[in-house]
């Protein structure tokens, strides 16, 4: 190679070597040429840049090593040398190189980074003079020399990728250090990274290279950070061609763009700085993997251990949050996976997340909500802290998610927590407090329908709540204190468990001794039974039944399997015992063969179910101890969060609980020592408690404890006579339960009380008369004679038929137990002990029960006042009216009872569930489906919750429907499981309820104008609450056999009043109104019917068909198109007048509007008889809607009324009369009404005043009189007409008409006692939607003033209704005709026009003006 000539040295023309130095040319051996160049290695290392001398002595060797002879050598030492030479050339001659060529340059740095593989082998014995060669190129910043070049970027390019690849962690820290100069200096010194070098750098950063080679990812890290600064445009250009401009041919790395972004994140955020915003524009892109992939990588860039990209780059973090509302399933499935790791690592921003997780927990993605399950308990098993309650509540909501694996999910991480934070403590007791909830709601959920969940709970219960893994002492500590803290649906819950599992176990029993029998049909026909009963209690009701009947043949087939069984459903069976044998029976069940086994698993569900995990021998001697200690006051109950009280109670509720299902582990003297003690206790609850432990466990105390029996037997005498009804109770049974001589024992209890008997002292009555009623039910045949003429003589005539004392005339309908008068309380017991008394007989041989049952119907018609003296308080007379339904209800659950029955009885009890009270509505219905539901009423009680879509309560409608769902799937299952249930449909079908539904409605008292709309749409609305659930399936064609049934009663006649047309006329509209709803909502009921029905004779007298066909359509046209549109007709216009009295029509056609639909009141007051169409559309008539279902005015007797409150621009009604309508029914107590109605007016001589279609909710539902008067004129009171005679005129206010206008306007309710006639003003009494109201109207020229033409409508205010609740409330009880009355043929006596509360203005003499 020729170099220009002024680098040569002056003179001489040939090259100087160093002394020593031979020549080195390609004539020589290589081990030669070597030795000599490592001389002249040495030579170069010594010299300095200061050495001008020898380095214009060398410069012609310096240029004769950078010959093609020496870079094209063939041996690696000769390279390895020169290159160090030319290392140390560079470093001599800086900052000018003695190469002036680029090409040669290029040449030699090229030969240069050849030979920096070399540094890859850190053993070779010539790696120090690589490492030399390494250092001095950092140290001199040799290659910086190549920025002139034009194709500099190759040789970096070279470099790099040689540096990146030799490095490896045999490296030292000084190689690491040298390298990352060199390469830092290129990049900090240099115009700019192109983007094949900074792919050269990135490419180490992407996950396949970096799990390559590690030390080249470490590298490539410390040199990003080192050059952040000046590398981070370079990057942003490459990340902004590809990401925004979509250029992803500019670099092979562009489909690794995300991972390199986490990666550079992860080194430094500031190297993304400008590449943030473009991933905001990426998160909106319209390609949904595209914005999953941008999800991925911000989820992980926010939710990194110190990121703080969230809290500085807020746009992006609001963006992304968005995505949790993504259209694509997969990107919000990724948010929601995020949300763990970012409330784990930034507790900060759990705020943020917390509403977009809430969203997602109603996803309608099974995967996502269950995602965001998973996502809040593991924050929370890490830290309770991370997640607040907002979060802990979505969690709570999900465990009544509609798909299982969502509720299971959720149902097992609040157990994780519970057992974490509650049971181990593991973050002190402000943690435990703060999901001390869990326990709580998981024990809710046992409510629920699905099996699941029920096996899930107890699982929960077994494993995390009180884990049986404990030991006996710790593990019933865990339970006693467990069970004080739970609220009271938890313990029904948990209750219920305990029942269950021990039913099951009966079952399973109930199956073994079937195998101890011979083999037989009827064996095997019961055996199934069992099967089909115990398959009902496992998961997948089909697969159970099939496993089960392998089970059974398992069973069958291997004896020892047999006892195995027997001993682990034994009542001696204790916990270590039954866990040998569910090991045992498993190990017999297991196939080793079958990874997969379906068959042991559902047999684990069963033994898991029947297996007694907690409750043995022991068990409850731990309990009975901690139960002392408690009482002692050494227990820790403090500091389990209890009180003692509190911890003795419930540990005793607890005890009594267990004795039902284990009452053989109760056996011992020293628990019976305990029990003992209890009963000596001032605690009525505790003593009642112990008393209910002896009577379900003390069977053999008589024969093995004898102490314990003499001990005993005076408590209960003593608690028998003068305890509390409820341990009078207990104690009379105990004594029946578990002593032999029991007719001795009663009788030293029932002679003493019997001669005490004091009507004067009724305090003292309660006691003996609940002891007294239940030694007559329990041993009848010793007491029933003594008792009938205590009957007689002290319990009709002189308790039930007097009233001694007053009773408050607050005016309320429902008072707490503790206010309610002894003498009430006596009288209820009274009611009680004659149904006792007669269930005990069984026999109405002496005619008592027909007695007694006119005697209860006697006091459902006199609402509750059976002497009719007014002495008793309205809350008192809602309780005794309560009780009556209630006896009649439980005489007729026994069959020689229920068949003396009348069906004008059956009528009465059935209105209970419509009364005034709301206390009452709800206590009986609760009373009325708990026997229906145990099948102990017979089905014509079923009918009548179809009276409950009367109910202006929604809560009560809903319950009544859930009472209807649960009693015919009862019934249904019943009929499946039972064979010879076949034989009994007709009082077992849920279908056969419709007839006695349809006599119900025809009978109902309220059902008095047959033709007209508003009574029909109540009875339609009757018929379809009962028939929306019989119509849920066609199973059988069971429409097709309603519509039958429906039709055969109409080709009869009412049995209750065979020769009343009237009466069989509303029975036949009944049945017009069921076969068009059955019509209406079913297209298969004019199939044929499978089956002829058969209806009760004791309420339709079937008629020869021959002589009787009822083939006539008693509901016109119109009146089904109103019924089907729910449309109601327009009223005939009706011109106002106020000069003279107007016709009071009787009944008038009022439209349920929403506002009033749901509001509920106990107080005898009438709702508001405007309609939809009279309201005025500017008027806020949905005022009412907010305290509608509010259950705290359901008894509200006296709001407080303001003067103020009354605008005298909002005048109150705006009314016209109905015409062609009769006479109006009494008004009367009975159920609440559904419909506005009008007030009672004055009437004379049986004359009823008028009420609206149905009654108005909120107030006494009002019964028909018998009297068909066309119309009548509504007249004043004597005395008002007396004084104000020829001044004073009556108006009569109806649904349309005129409407007051005055200047001033007063409110004032009416005094107690106050005539009408004192007014000083006018007087208009109001109909609001809470009742009457009277406004008092100052006296003014304008008078009252009657417009046609205006047609202005108004409506009374929510202020104004609220404050008309009561107006008349003081003068309701002279009002006594009853639609029970009614029921009977029985007229009460006209009352006054003062007391009825009519809807007369009276006023002063003012001018009136009338218009047309």
Known sequence: MEFPQQQKPAGEGKIVYPPGVKEITDKISNDEVVKRLKMVVKTYMDMDQDSEEEKQQYLSLA?????????????????????????????????EAPYTSHD????????????????????????????????????????????????CNEIFIQLFKTLFSVINNSHNQKVQMHMMDLMSSIIMEGDGVTQELLDTILINLIPAHKNLNKQAYDLAKTLLKRTVQTIETCIANFFNQVLVMGKSSVSDLSEHVFDLIQELFAIDPMLLTSVMPQLEFKLKSNDGEERLAVVRLLAKLFGAKDSELASQNRPLWQCFLGRFNDIHVPVRLECVKFASHCLMNHPDLARDLTEYLKVRSHDPEEAIRHDVIVTIINAGKKDLNLVNDQLLGFVRERTLDKRWRVRKEAMMGLAQLYKKYCLHHEAGKESAQKISWIKDKLLHIYYQNSIDDKLLVEKIFAQYMVPHSLDTEEKMKCLYYLYACLDTNAVKALNEMWKCQNMLRGLVKELLDLHKLP???????????????????????????????????????????RVQLEMLISPTCSCKQAEICVREITRKLTFPKQPTNPFLEMVKFLLERIAPVHIDSEAISALVKLLNKSIEGTADDDEEGVTPDTAIRSGLELLKVLSFTHPTAFHSAETYESLLQCLKMEDDKV?????????????????ELQQIRSTLIPILHQKAKRGTPHQAKQAVHCIHAIFNNKEVQLAQIFEPLSRSLNADVPEQLITPLVSLGHISMLAPDQFASPMKSIVANFIVKDLLMNDRSVGNKNGKLWTTDEEVSPEVLAKVQAIKLLVRWLLGMKNNQSKSANSTLRLLSAMLVSEGDLTEQKKISKSDMSRLRLAAGGA????????????????????LCGLVINDECYQVRQIFAQKLHLALVKLLLPLEYLAVFALCAKDPVKERRAHARQCLLKNISVRREYIKQNPLAQEKLVSLLPEYVVPYMIHLLAHDPDFTKPHEYEQLKDIKECLWFMLEVLMTKNENNSHAFLRKMVENIKQTKDAQCPDDAKANEKLYIVCDVALFVIANKSTACHLDSPKDPVLP????????????????????????????T???PKPAPVLGAVNKPLTVPGRRIFTKTTPASDTASNTSTNSSPLSSSTINKNSNSNAATEASESRAQENNENPVIKIDEVKKDEPSLNMTPDAGTEASPVKRRGRPPKTAAAPVAAEKEGAAAPTGGGAGRGRKRAADSNSSAESITIKMSKQQSQNDEGTKRQIDLQSRGPFVSREKEKVRMREPGEETGRAVGTVVVLLGSEGETEIELESSPEGVICDRKDKERYSLTQGQTSCAAMANRNSQGDTKSTRRRVLFGRQGENNSGEKAGGLAVKRKPVKVKSRL
Request: proline fraction near 3%.
């Open 104 to 151: 040669k340059l290029k040449d030699i740095f090229l030969f240069i980074t050849r030979q920096l593989k070399g540094l890859e082998d850190t053993k070779s014995p010539q790696f120090n003079r690589y490492f030399y060669l390494l250092e001095n190129l950092a140290w001199v910043k040799s290659y910086n020399i190549c920025f002139e070049l034009e194709d």
């Open 888 to 907: 009649i209800m439980k005489l007729a659950q026994e069959p020689c009872y229920h068949d003396i029955i009348t069906p004008e009885q059956f009528q």
């Open 1097 to 1124: 004779s004791k309420f339709f007298l079937i008629q020869d068909k021959q002589d009787f066909k009822n083939d006539k359509e008693y509901l016109l046209a119109d009146m089904r198109q109103m019924l089907l």
């Open 519 to 561: 083999v037989s049909e009827s064996n095997n026909t019961a055996m199934f039974g069992k099967l089909m009963s115990i398959a009902k209690n496992l998961p997948d009701a089909g697969k159970a039944q099939d496993f089960m009947k392998k089970f059974n043949q398992v069973l069958g087939e291997d004896e020892k399997l």
């Open 63 to 95: 240029l004769h090593l950078a010959s093609e002879f020496f870079l094209r050598n063939p041996n690696k030492d000769v390279r390895l040398l020169v290159a160090c030479c030319l290392a140390d050339i560079f470093r001599i001659y800086a900052p």
């Open 687 to 703: 003593a009642e408690a112990a008393i209910q432990i002896f009577r379900n466990t003390g069977q053999k105390i008589e024969t």
């Open 1126 to 1128: 729910g449309k109601q």
